[in-house]
């Protein structure tokens, strides 16, 4: 299995501000990804961070606002850039492609509010 | 693209019953895994069992059991023998051989003691 800590854990942030999450695993994976969830809703995959290159990002969602960093297989960092009220919500980090494991591992979360 | 439908948005069960949260998917790849997750009120997500695709044969874990009808993109979790601690949000997962996992909307499971 993987152990992944994140953080902060939760933070309160003035619109217009921006925020750097930062997620650390503790084994090497090929996959991470970062998904947004509001409080008892489902997971939005934001986009997948590529190691060394440029994460891809899903439909809705730019680099510009969610810059991302992987500098190595172990380390990922989610910026939420000018935050509004409405980026309020959690962000998970999760990763997938242990060897010989199927499924993905998942954060604790970061609990963002923006007033 | 693939979806995946959790048609029960909220579950009851008596503790130490039975109960099954129903999944169907759509999705035209062949080879492809399934995946319930859970997740407690703390948040963090953790496996509860998963299934490949090309297995005819069901998965189980203990009390976690699924019935799994691929031609009908039908993907059940049965929970037996429930305990206060299955109260949880519980997830669907799809996940294609490219890596790129899709999730249903979630059944929030409550345990009645």
């Known amino acids: 299995s993987a152990v992944i800590s994140q953080k902060p854990s939760r933070d309160i942030c003035q619109r217009g501000t921006s925020l750097t999450i930062q997620c650390q695993v503790d084994?090497?994976?090929?996959?991470m990804f970062w998904y947004r969830q509001q409080p008892g809703q489902s997971l939005t995959l934001i986009a997948t961070?590529?190691?060394?290159?440029?994460?891809?990002?899903e439909s809705g969602f730019v680099i510009d606002k969610f810059p991302i960093s992987r500098p190595n297989l172990t380390f990922s960092t989610l910026t939420v850039s000018n935050m509004s009220p409405e980026d309020s919500s959690i962000y998970l980090c999760?990763?997938?492609?242990?060897?010989?494991?199927?499924?993905?591992?998942f954060g604790p979360g970061t609990r963002l509010t923006v007033l | 693209a693939q979806t995946v439908t959790q048609s029960q948005p909220e579950m009851s069960v008596q503790e130490a019953e039975t109960v099954t949260l129903s999944c169907t998917y759509d999705?035209?790849?062949?080879?492809?895994?399934l995946f319930w997750y859970k997740q407690p009120p703390s948040r963090q997500m953790i496996l509860v069992i998963r299934?490949?695709?090309?297995?005819?044969q069901n998965a189980t874990e203990n009390r976690f059991s699924v019935n799994f009808q691929k031609a009908a993109k039908s993907f059940s979790l049965k929970i037996s023998d429930s305990q206060l601690g299955d109260a949880a949000m519980y997830f669907c997962?799809?996940?294609?051989?490219?890596?790129?996992?899709?999730f249903g909307d979630g059944t929030t499971l409550t345990v009645k003691p």
């Open positions: 999760s990763v997938a492609g242990l060897a010989g494991v199927l499924e993905q591992f």
């Open positions: 084994s090497q994976v090929t996959m």
């Open positions: 961070a590529n190691q060394g290159s440029e994460a891809t990002y």
């Open positions: 999705t035209s790849e062949s080879d492809y895994y």
């Open positions: 299934q490949e695709a090309y297995k005819q």
């Open positions: 997962a799809y996940r294609s051989a490219a890596g790129k996992s899709t």
